[in-house]
């Protein structure tokens, strides 16, 4: 297990179709957790694996990933774009510690894209921007650039790799920050972003500012403190220019990730009655209970983050929320419906536990001397309502039981009945959503 200083742990979110899982895809393949890299179209990626989700050709679910890039551990949620499940955006964004919002290129920023910047702003974690399907026609980097700018601020949404070329031949991307030998078509964008990142740095440190200002040069190692200064206070969006599909700029993306994108360490872990601890990598642990699956093997497996301290497989834990205690078996890391066993599990990791007795969405497991609450989830209320009859006379019971089965795992979903009418009724998002 690596400790929390080499941990990153984000969330994939946007818009429907601007190519999260083609990413998440890409990413897995390239740490080599997965020999061959899957496709939408072809209904065997590692994230879309529902029945459901490859009939859509699209994310349903926000499926868990993992894998390891330049000796960090990556824990990341591929989140769906359609707003009738903004509840499993809702609960990868709970587990993470940053969020990367995708962009389609052509399309620009989309009501998806607004709606996931709105859940990183709310949660207070940094931000990153990655424009997506460059290589495509109509595709422009400017283009989208200006609009996010004009939504969040010229000065907050900065490029930290730029593409070189457009359309069909958009080739690479270069660092804004590091590059020596820029092309000449795009020298004069890139010294000016380059000129609003130093100042952006320059400003998180008063010494750094001083030097800066006098005209001394700031050395790659100062650029690069600074820089992590900056994205940690949410100040800016770092944003990033790739095309999944044809595997370009998405290294430089994911090498930005493991130096970059923060760390557990980078935020104190606040409990329900507002008091905080220091991220500890070792000593009591607590863990917040995000999502739940119910797997056709296993039966209920509970995802849970680790915000502190460590998890061992088969050792008991106290569930603060509920006052009971619970056994864990095997603690598995997740790669879509892929189960790796571990014996431990430290802050940042995302690890699922099958069959525990009496925990549900939203419950605090801790060891030693943790007792207190993590804060609970925040689920957007159902707007739409089925009424629902069981198809044969005398089924209202097992109904009912399926129902609450299907509502464990989805708190967007609610059961109740119509004190006027005594229908039953099924309450979520919206028609698809419900159906």
Not at 141 to 150: H, P
Not at 175 to 182: D, K, P, Y
């Amino acid at each position: 297990m690596k400790k929390a200083a080499d941990c990153r742990n984000f969330v994939l979110a946007g818009h429907s179709g601007s190519g999260k899982t083609t990413l998440t895809e890409l990413i897995l393949f390239k740490a080599k957790a997965i020999e061959r890299r899957g496709s939408v179209e072809q209904k065997n990626t590692v994230s879309d694996y529902s029945a459901d989700e490859q009939e859509k050709q699209g994310s349903l679910y926000a499926s868990v990933c993992h894998c390891t890039w330049q000796d960090k551990d990556f824990f990341f949620s591929d989140t769906p774009g359609n707003a009738e499940f903004v509840g499993e955006v809702a609960c990868g964004m709970r587990a993470a510690d940053a969020a990367l919002v995708i962009l389609d290129a052509v399309e620009g920023p989309q009501i998806g894209t607004a709606r996931a910047w709105k859940f990183a702003r709310e949660r207070k974690i940094p931000r990153f921007g990655l424009i997506n399907r460059l290589d495509r026609d109509r595709a422009s980097f400017a283009d989208t650039l200006e609009k996010m700018r004009g939504n969040h601020g010229r000065n907050v949404v900065l490029p930290l790799t730029w593409p070189v070329g457009e359309e069909a031949n958009f080739s690479r991307v270069i660092n804004v920050l590091f590059e020596e030998n820029v092309p000449a078509e795009i020298a004069e964008p890139v010294a000016e972003v380059r000129a609003m990142w130093m100042d952006a740095i320059a400003e998180t440190d008063e010494d750094l500012m001083s030097r800066y200002l006098e005209g001394e040069a700031l050395s790659p190692d100062e650029l690069r403190k600074g820089l992590k200064a900056a994205i940690i206070s949410c100040r800016v969006i770092p944003v990033f220019a790739c095309s999944a599909a044809k595997d370009i700029g998405v290294q430089e993306l994911m090498d930005a990730m493991a130096e970059i994108f923060p760390s557990p360490h980078a935020r104190t872990v606040l409990f329900a009655d507002n008091s905080e601890e220091p991220v500890s990598d070792e000593g009591p642990a607590v863990g917040l209970v995000y999502k739940s699956v119910n797997d056709p093997f296993i039966g209920q497996l509970s995802f849970i983050r680790v915000r502190s301290g460590v998890f061992r497989a088969d050792t008991e834990v106290q569930n603060v929320s509920r006052g009971t205690r619970e056994r864990l078996g095997n603690l598995l890391l997740m790669n879509g419906k892929i189960q790796t066993p571990v014996t431990e599990a430290g802050p940042g990791t995302i690890f699922a536990v099958a069959k525990l007795k009496d925990t549900h969405f939203g419950d605090t497991l801790t060891t030693g001397g943790f007792a207190r609450e993590l804060p609970p989830i925040d689920y957007p209320h159902p707007v739409m309502s089925y009424a629902l009859t069981a198809a044969k006379s005398g089924e209202d019971d097992k109904m009912i039981s399926s129902l609450h089965k299907i509502a464990e795992c989805d708190p967007t979903l609610q059961i109740s009945r119509q004190p006027d009418t005594h229908e039953m009724l099924l309450s979520g998002m919206g028609d698809q959503h419900l159906s």
